[in-house]
């Protein structure tokens, strides 16, 4: 079972910044958290992970409490295209097959 | 931009026939995964293949499916005797496990089975 709780759905304003919580709060000190997305029925697509630092790439930024019990994935600046699910997913390894909760349905709005 | 590569995008088979998906993973890969998404529903692992040989299976994967690395390319997942409720998305997926620990897994557009 997935080791994260998200909200099912979120909006947001196209153009505005789209700001996805994620709970994880039985997180051990090696597993790392990370985000896919997945549009429409498309396979999902990886787009950033982190383990206590935040981290930022082209796509998006992470935010990763202290505490390390929850993260905040920020698209800057969301499009229409980013509407998907979006999931968090936490895993000591890249290598490690991943377990999908429900994710966050996230409707870019224009 | 590699990507990971599945054939067909749809097959639709009768109930009780063989199928085989097909795909072809990053090609400096070695870490290779099939999952599947049952319409409306979760993404569920399948089974990851490392090394020739299966590394781990969910308990969906039972006797009925069977995966094979048959060339230096290819990576297949055989479902026997299909049923009704095998009707999904099929997604493959393939990892670099001489990069970092800390990697990420490419997917690729899935195949579409449908049973009838």
């Known amino acids: 079972d997935a080791k994260t709780t998200q909200p099912p759905s979120m909006d947001c304003a196209e153009g505005r910044a789209a700001n996805l919580p994620c709970n994880h709060s039985?997180?051990?000190?090696?597993?790392?958290v990370y985000w896919y997305r997945q549009i429409h029925s498309q396979g999902p697509q990886y787009i950033i992970h982190g383990l206590k630092n935040n981290e930022t790439n082209e796509m998006a930024s992470l935010i990763i409490t202290e505490d390390r019990k929850s993260s905040t994935l920020i698209l800057p600046h969301a499009t229409l295209r980013d509407t998907a699910v979006y999931y968090c997913i936490v895993l000591y390894s890249g290598n490690t097959p991943l377990v999908f909760g429900k994710g966050t349905r996230l409707s870019v709005i224009a | 931009e590699p990507e990971v590569t599945q054939t067909p995008s749809h097959q639709v088979t009768q109930m009780g026939q063989e199928v085989i998906l097909r795909c072809v993973p990053i090609s400096n890969h070695l870490y290779f995964y099939w999952y599947r998404q049952i319409l409306g529903q979760k993404v569920e692992f399948l089974v990851s293949f490392y090394n020739n040989e299966i590394s781990e299976k969910s308990e969906i994967f039972d006797d009925q499916f069977s995966v094979e690395r048959p060339d230096g390319s290819n990576f297949t997942l055989k479902i026997r005797s299909t049923k009704l409720e095998d009707s999904a998305m099929y997604f493959c997926a393939s990892s670099d496990p001489s990069g970092p620990v800390n990697t990420e897994a490419f997917f690729g557009q899935g195949t579409r089975l449908t049973v009838v």
């Open positions: 039985t997180i051990s000190g090696n597993e790392y």
